[in-house]
């Protein structure tokens, strides 16, 4: 999904023609829709558990992906990884209780310098991955690449939909109470 954002970009300013600016303001739904579901997800976690929670967020950034792959406009492209944003933000709270909150407090560090590793390879690869699908667009023009680079991303994310069912842990069940005597 953080690829999405470097997708997106390309798409507004190389094919729709935007300037930096309007682009930057596209992008103003996308990071407020970040940042809400970042929000939700502090809530719910806790609830619904981070497998459960982690499982939603990639379905979320899977439809959201799946709008621009089928209807390539500034509107539905907006709105699409704006949507898929929301399952984003969820992810970064997922990603960040998981890795921070089953480890002691002596290897936060560790753990959090693993978390943001990780965090930039796989944009790294994402960037790289989409970008490369893209390039069609890029040099001949038309919205097919965008298309199929935004439907791959959308493959990825119910790809990772089903590691996050299985990698993620479970909640931690509490003990039964003991018999009373």
Do not use: C
């Not at 579901?37 to 976690?45: E, T």
């Not at 944003?85 to 407090?105: D, E, K």
């Not at 959090?112 to 960037?127: D, R, W, Y």
């Amino acid at each position: 999904m953080v690829a999405v954002f470097f997708l997106g970009t390309f798409y507004f300013q190389q094919y729709a023609g935007y300037g930096p600016l309007a682009t930057g303001l596209l992008f103003l739904p996308i990071a407020l829709a970040t940042m809400a579901g970042a929000q939700v997800a502090g809530k719910l976690v806790g609830r619904l558990g981070a497998r459960k929670l982690g499982a939603i967020g990639m379905i979320v950034g899977a439809l959201g992906l799946l709008v621009p792959a089928l209807w390539s406009t500034t509107l539905t492209t907006t709105i699409g990884i704006s949507f898929g944003s929301l399952g984003i933000g969820a992810l970064f709270v997922v990603a960040s209780a998981t890795a921070l909150g089953n480890v002691a407090p002596e290897e936060a560090g560790i753990a959090s310098g693993l978390l943001s590793t990780f965090h930039e390879i796989g944009a790294s690869v994402g960037v790289a991955t989409v970008s490369s699908i893209a390039a069609v667009s890029l040099i001949g023009g038309g919205d097919a690449g965008f298309q199929r680079a935004f439907l791959a991303a959308a493959i990825a994310a119910i790809v990772a939909t089903a590691i996050a069912a299985i990698a993620i842990p479970g909640r931690n069940r509490t003990q039964s109470p003991a018999p009373a005597h």
